[in-house]
């Protein structure tokens, strides 16, 4: 009864490779993120996506493209990976709150993908 | 620019209690969260606060004065299981990526 699921769980690769990280969400929620947490512990939105829009953090490489085949699914796709790629990635999910009756969105997060890039 | 600051380690013993602080100052608010993440793992939710005032639920609290962009996470009756890294959320009225994040509080509990 994962609430936000991701795959896998960790991911080692070489510099120059293309991989993917899968999020699911069974919580009925209409936005999902994509953060990356760094060494020194901050989380930094990468993308936000709902069911009408996908805004793009400008600061993030084009490198990085997420993928949303239906409202529950939120994939991250990484070319040309770097070094500097490494972190761990978090995917989240919230209710639009104006779907919500103005609630807070409060996030739910999966449990991150430590990717190593050696 | 979005600035959140909030100290980046406390020490405390069990049975105490740990005020963690939080300042910010961002483009518009919407909120605040406090987020716990144990190592290794995903944040999970504690509290949020819109409105100036506390917030109690069980064993912690949370405080906010929006006219002075301030925040804290108290945690009473602290157990070894507190013992983890505790995140300040300010969700922003900015475009996208509505949350910013403190860099967190990594709360060490001692026998």
């Known amino acids: 009864d994962t609430a936000v699921s991701q795959t896998p769980k960790y991911l080692v690769t070489q510099m120059g490779n293309d991989k993917s990280i899968k999020c699911e969400q069974n919580?009925?929620?209409?936005?999902m993120y994509w953060y990356k947490q760094d060494s020194k512990k901050f989380l930094k939105i990468m993308f936000s996506y709902n069911n009408k829009e996908l805004i793009i953090n400008e600061t993030v490489p084009n490198r990085f493209s997420p993928k949303s085949p239906d409202k529950a699914h939120l994939n991250l796709h990484i070319n040309s990976l770097e070094l500097g790629d490494s972190a761990v990635y978090f995917c989240?999910?919230?209710?639009?709150?104006?779907?919500?009756?103005?609630?807070?969105?409060?996030?739910?997060f999966g449990p991150g993908t430590r990717l190593t890039v050696l | 620019g979005q600035n959140i600051d909030q100290p980046t380690e406390m020490t405390a013993t069990e049975g105490a209690i740990v005020q963690i602080n939080c300042t910010y100052q961002t483009s518009g608010f919407n909120g605040l969260f406090w987020y716990q993440q144990h190592a290794g793992e995903a944040p999970t939710f504690l509290s949020y606060n819109v409105l100036d005032g506390l917030e109690e639920k069980g064993r912690f609290s949370s405080f906010l004065s929006r006219s002075k962009g301030y925040s804290y996470l108290l945690l009473k009756e602290l157990q070894m299981k507190d013992s983890a890294s505790y995140l300040c959320a300010v969700l922003t009225t900015d475009s996208w990526g509505k949350f910013q994040f403190g860099a967190g509080t990594q709360v060490v509990v001692t026998p």
């Open positions: 989240a999910s919230s209710q639009d709150p104006e779907l919500a009756g103005g609630h807070t969105d409060t996030q739910y």
């Open positions: 919580l009925g929620h209409d936005t």
